[in-house]
């Protein structure tokens, strides 16, 4: 099959868990600043939720750049992954309305954990499904960006159970950028 039409899905499938996320945001009780600062948490949670799936959005943009088939594994694959990404939303307004639970973080560091896992078995079905396309190959010979993304999220895992919970939401965020800045310089 080729990867357009899949991308097509993916790109849609992302556009709605977004709208879902900014749709689950509080509007503030009045016009006031106060008001507008109640609901402060709820907003720093949907930024944060924002670039989880723009960072989902951005990795598959920039591999299906390269792809030229996939097959029934990427697809199924891909499409746990989405159901997985999917439960964001939920997984958003249970952080901001429980912000200091330590079940709250896990949770949503468990959707960015499963999801980083599940686009290891991606890399490889991709790499199997075009094994004549040289840059996938190249592209996938390491999924070392990734094990060190988990590395970090491990570790604000254990910071968040023993010290402070949104450590657990913190690291997932600060895996992106890791995630990036490894690809980067693995390829030099």
């Not at 556009?15 to 006031?32: H, K, Q, S």
């Not at 439960?87 to 307004?93: A, E, F, G, M, Q």
């Not at 429980?98 to 896992?117: E, Q, R, W």
């Not at 450590?167 to 030099?188: D, M, N, V």
Request: proline share 3%.
């Amino acid at each position: 099959m080729d990867s357009e039409r899949f991308e097509a899905l993916i790109d849609a499938i992302l556009a709605i868990i977004l709208t879902i996320i900014v749709l689950e945001i509080p509007m503030a009780a009045d016009g006031t600043w106060e008001a507008l600062f109640e609901v402060h948490l709820e907003f720093i949670i949907y930024a944060l939720s924002f670039l989880v799936v723009f960072n989902y959005w951005n990795y598959n943009n920039n591999v299906f750049s390269i792809v030229n088939r996939v097959n029934h594994k990427v697809i199924w694959l891909t499409g746990l992954s989405l159901f997985i990404l999917s439960l964001l939303p939920y997984l958003t307004i249970f952080v901001a309305e429980n912000f200091n639970s330590f079940l709250a973080h896990a949770a949503y560091g468990l959707d960015f954990v499963a999801t980083a896992i599940i686009s290891i078995f991606i890399s490889n079905a991709l790499k199997n499904s075009d094994k004549g396309n040289i840059a996938l190959q190249v592209a996938f010979q390491s999924n070392k960006a990734l094990y060190c993304m988990l590395a970090l999220m491990i570790v604000g895992y254990i910071i968040g159970y023993f010290v402070y919970p949104p450590a657990i939401t913190l690291f997932c965020l600060i895996s992106i950028p890791g995630l990036w800045i490894i690809k980067k310089y693995e390829f030099r």
